[in-house]
């Protein structure tokens, strides 16, 4: 490893191996905590936070009765006995110390987010290295917004791109051009998020404007001209589930040479996981009508030509 690198570490809440949907091949992700957009429809709400982040499964939870080693673990009063012998978390409380992780011999409760260095990351990412040979895969970075820990991001891509492994990252493209730039000189592919043409609409779904990320996809495909970009629309109902929405998108990709667009459908897979965080799922019971899909393909496509 490079002197530089050595000493870089950051947080990072999960390593999933033997993805084939984050870019060519088989491919390990890995996601990086910290976000700078707030989406309503956010996927991994544990990441948004660049802390680590308690969560809770009761449908694990031995009981207060059987156990309630974490009562006794927790010095704060955070965690107390709720009506049905399971135990009930006052966030406002916690101070994110974990003792009471350590103590949960159920793993009902867990941390989203440890510290690891970049030789760490690259020893998980490596041990797969046989599959990414074979299939032109490797590691893809993803979050949160991975380049909101830019320098902890910069580091790993650079590292593996030094140990030859196919590089990928995903990004909302929220952030200062220069991040941007400094990661993709150690890109293979670019995986960019394109969520809304209108700036209102924007702004209401992930709290920030769309000015800066449909600036920066501008920019890097010309500052890139040889690196592969795949445009990628998250369609989110009530939000750009429309034709009027997708011909935009599609309209504006399209004026940008040698940039893929797809699209990808909305799902509540993420859902449990806002209750183990302690957070109401924002989205409902909303999705995505039968057949939709495919009329918003058809919109897309009739603009690629």
Known sequence: MSAGHKSVA???FNI???SVHDGPGIRTLVFLKGCTLACRWCSNPESISPKPVLAYNPAKCIGVGECGRCL???TYGAITQDGEGRIAINRELCADCMYCVKACPAVALT???QTMSVEE??????ADAVFYSRSGGGMTLSGGEPLYQHEFAVALLAEARRRRVSTAMETAGNVPFERLEAACTHLDVLLYDVKSLDPAKHKAGTGAANALPLENLRRVRKAFPGLTIMARTP????FNDTEADIRAIADFVQELPGVSHELLPYHRLAKPKYGYIGREFPMGEAALEDGLMARLEAAAALVRG
């Open 16 to 18: 999933q191996k033997y």
């Open 121 to 126: 990351v690259l020893g998980a990412v490596e």
């Open 111 to 113: 941390v989203y987010g």
């Open 235 to 238: 369609v989110i109902p009530g």
């Open 10 to 12: 950051g947080v990072v």
């Open 72 to 74: 006794e673990a927790c």
